[in-house]
């Protein structure tokens, strides 16, 4: 783990983060008119028949495995309890490097989830508790390209990073950052199984219906870690009460981020 952390370069020209207030006033209500059009996506499909392109016949699910006991894993310390997800380094290496020398830095230490979009999902390791102003002067503002594989989905529980895009149309590309997203659900009439296996196929169709998610997020993000423990948590968060800004009524605190790994984490609840 610490030789991912040294061998990290950050990029020599990074973008402005997305964070800044006027352009993350735009990200949220791009990401909530996003939830919209994915509802009226499936629908036509349902009625279409058609299915999205892009999509393999056959998926590797490496999220819905039993991590192997040295696969390294991030704990986060909140105030709603213990969150644990499993890092995949060899699916998103850049972005787990450079995540990985974060939180060993203490980065996340006293950082905030500061956005629950209609609880789809909450933006965290912000360091403000207000989205307007969650970008300050410590804050980290590298962007790295997304790195999409095809092992890696944006189902219920996965860690996603996104601040921003460069370019426009089809040759406009998405960044990550310091940000991170955890995905939970749609929850919509729409998103039965009949109509989720039409739009994406069977495979990957069914494993939406089985575990939620959000699709319209599907291969535009850096999906990099899967949540395996620390539910009740990530339910409480994803069911607060927020302000009109999609800001948490109440202050949701990182206290402490921590790498370990998985067969370490399964020893200590054991104890």
């Known amino acids: 783990m610490d030789n991912q952390a040294d061998t990290y370069k950050k990029p020599r020209k990074p973008l402005k983060s997305a964070l800044s207030s006027k352009a993350f006033k735009r990200y949220l209500s791009v990401s909530m008119a996003a939830i919209i ?32 006991d040295n696969q390294p894993v991030v704990v986060f310390e909140t105030s709603l309890g213990e969150l644990k997800a499993v890092l995949y380094p060899d699916d998103a290496p850049e972005y787990c490097r450079y995540f990985t020398s974060l939180v060993e830095s203490g980065y996340y230490d006293g950082t905030y989830f500061c956005a629950v979009v209609d609880s789809a999902y909450s933006l965290g390791g912000t360091k403000h508790p207000d989205p307007s102003q969650a970008e300050t ?75 939620g998610g959000i699709p319209n997020f599907l291969r535009k993000y850096t999906i990099f870690a899967q949540i395996y423990d620390g539910w009740e948590a990530f339910e409480t968060l994803m069911s607060q009460e927020v302000l009109e800004s999609s800001q948490p009524a109440s202050d949701i605190i990182i206290e402490r981020a921590y790498i370990t790994t998985y067969g370490e984490t399964v020893i200590t609840a054991a104890e």
Request: proline share 4%.
């Open 37 to 68: 059009v994915i509802l009226v996506f499936v629908g036509f499909i349902y009625i279409s028949g058609g299915r999205r392109s892009g999509i393999p016949d056959d998926i590797d699910f490496i999220q819905l495995e039993v991590p192997g």
């Open 137 to 211: 002067e410590d804050s980290d503002l590298t962007s790295l390209e997304a790195e999409i594989s095809d092992r890696l989905w944006p189902i219920r529980g996965a860690l996603a990073s996104y601040t921003g895009s460069k370019g426009f149309g089809p040759f406009a590309k998405n960044y990550a950052g310091s940000t991170f997203i955890m995905i939970n659900d749609i929850d919509d009439a729409y998103m039965n199984e009949d109509a989720l296996k039409r739009s994406y196929g069977d495979q990957l169709g069914g494993v939406f219906a089985e575990n």
